[in-house]
């Protein structure tokens, strides 16, 4: 069996963790997936790597995570509900982690009608929570969802998503709750804009003591454009963009707003980290991954561990 992932060792070694993402691309050419891997190499601790996000096809998460791997990259194989039934999902998590991906991020996955595949059958055979569950069945007990014993454990360490952001507020902390008493041992957020929001959040999870059962990676998003920034305000659902952060972007030179978003997301690093109960950062520099090695370098979180 595979040992611990490096994700797993960082974080409970007490370190602040720097995750980031790479998006698989459209077609069966690795050295894509290898050179958006170059640029993270040495700078983050692990990588996800996203499951036909938006419900478009690319390469799978699976095939994207060796690539990865074998470039000296720690993978996080995402996996959604939405394409695969529980026979396929088992399956794929004890082929994951017979081939040494360790951890694995557990969602519910986008609805088809907003990818290129809108007429696609949905699956959605298990929810995301179910998934944690049977995950954490088959490392702990050994048992498949039928009951039946599973032939050498897969060791994974179990993460999953939350949006601190979306409505209603009250209950985000208590959705965070129960995916750690499901098994989840990590959390991956939404971007975080609205600091003074997510602090509320921190303080709900600590007040629940969420925090002690789970690590917590605070979600952060780079600003390309003022369009970006726009439209992640207006048409991006359960996205909490102030209005503040755009007029700061508006109010420097045209060939500088690039420099300030990253400036943004640094200064985000710098409060998130002050939270307490904050173990580290996710960072999604959405096919921007060349700017990861400056936002880390910047934050003072290079070298890694």
């Not at 949905?122 to 998934?131: A, E, G, P, R, T």
């Not at 998003?221 to 305000?233: E, F, H, L, R, V």
């Amino acid at each position: 069996m595979s040992t611990q992932s490096n994700l797993e060792r960082v974080l409970k070694s007490g370190t602040f963790a720097v995750t980031s993402e790479c998006g698989p691309p459209r077609g069966a050419d690795p050295e894509v997936v290898k050179k958006k891997g170059s640029y993270l190499l040495g700078y983050v601790d692990c990588v996800n790597v996203t499951d036909n996000q938006t419900s478009v096809v690319r390469m799978s998460s699976f095939s994207a995570c060796l690539v990865l791997k074998g470039v000296g990259l720690d993978p996080i194989m995402q996996m959604v509900c939405r394409d695969r039934n529980r026979i396929a999902m088992q399956s794929d998590i004890l082929g994951a982690a017979a081939l040494g991906i360790n951890n694995l991020l557990c969602l519910s996955g986008d609805h088809q009608k907003f990818g290129d595949h809108p007429t696609a059958k949905n699956v959605f055979d298990i929810d995301s929570i179910q998934l944690i569950q049977t995950v954490k069945g088959m490392r702990d007990e050994g048992r498949f969802i039928s009951g039946q014993e599973v032939k050498g454990k897969p060791n994974i360490f179990i993460g999953c998503v939350e949006n601190p952001f979306a409505d209603p507020f009250e209950i985000r902390a208590l959705r965070l709750a129960k995916k750690a008493a499901a098994g989840a041992q990590f959390v991956q957020t939404q971007c975080v804009f609205n600091v003074e929001k997510f602090e509320k959040w921190m303080e709900m999870v600590r007040d629940l003591g969420i925090h002690e059962k789970i690590h917590i990676l605070a979600g952060i998003t780079p600003m390309k454009s003022i369009g970006m920034a726009q439209y992640m305000k207006n048409s991006v659902p359960g996205m909490d963009v102030p209005e503040e952060q755009i007029e700061r972007l508006k109010g420097v030179p045209k060939e500088k707003v690039t420099e300030e978003g990253i400036k943004i997301a640094v200064e985000t690093i710098e409060r998130v980290r002050a939270i307490k109960g904050v173990a580290g950062v996710h960072i999604m520099a959405i096919e921007w991954e060349e700017k990861v090695q400056e936002i880390v370098k910047a934050a003072g979180l290079h070298p890694r561990p």
